[in-house]
């Protein structure tokens, strides 16, 4: 009796430890309301700050889409920033034809409130963590896995 006392202690204080760590994590969600598409977003690029990031650092492989007119951030540090039209249209164009199952998708806060916008592959896990109450950080792509 006592020593499952004990592991049912154990197992509680496990659980608060990893709700804990885990509390300020954010994450990459399918679009509720109105879905945006890319070419959208290609239509409105000069709206957002806007990133490219790389698996196998040659080649882009996802976009990040930060709102301009907003009250939040998103830290890019990994990423590259595209800075006009032409460099957009010519990493969408790599991303399209190196890229299977891309999708638009939504960068939410812990709390579930919208940051921005990621066009990446599915199947691709990026991390994003809160750094502060308006600034979330998004990881840099993981390496492509190669098939055996």
């Known amino acids: 009796m006592k020593y499952s006392k004990f592991i049912i202690l154990i197992i509680i204080l496990t659980l608060l430890v990893l709700s804990a760590c885990t509390a300020q994590y954010g994450k990459i969600a399918t679009q509720t309301g109105t879905s945006v598409t ?11 700050h806007v990133f490219y990031g790389s698996r196998d650092g040659v080649r882009p492989s996802a ?8 009250d939040t951030q998103l830290q890019a540090d990994a990423w590259v920033r595209v800075t006009d039209s032409q460099m957009f249209a010519k990493v969408l164009q790599q991303i399209e034809t190196i890229e ?17 916008l990621i066009y990446s592959p599915v199947r691709v896990h ?3 963590r809160g750094v502060a109450p308006d600034t979330l950080s998004v990881s840099r792509l993981p390496l492509p896995v190669s098939p055996r």
């Open 63 to 70: 976009l990040i889409f930060d709102p301009k007119n907003n």
């Open 100 to 116: 299977r199952d891309c999708q638009v998708r939504e960068i939410l806060s812990p709390d579930g409130r919208s940051f921005g």
């Open 38 to 48: 890319i070419g959208e977003l290609a239509q409105t690029f000069d709206q957002f």
């Open 126 to 128: 990026v991390t994003v």
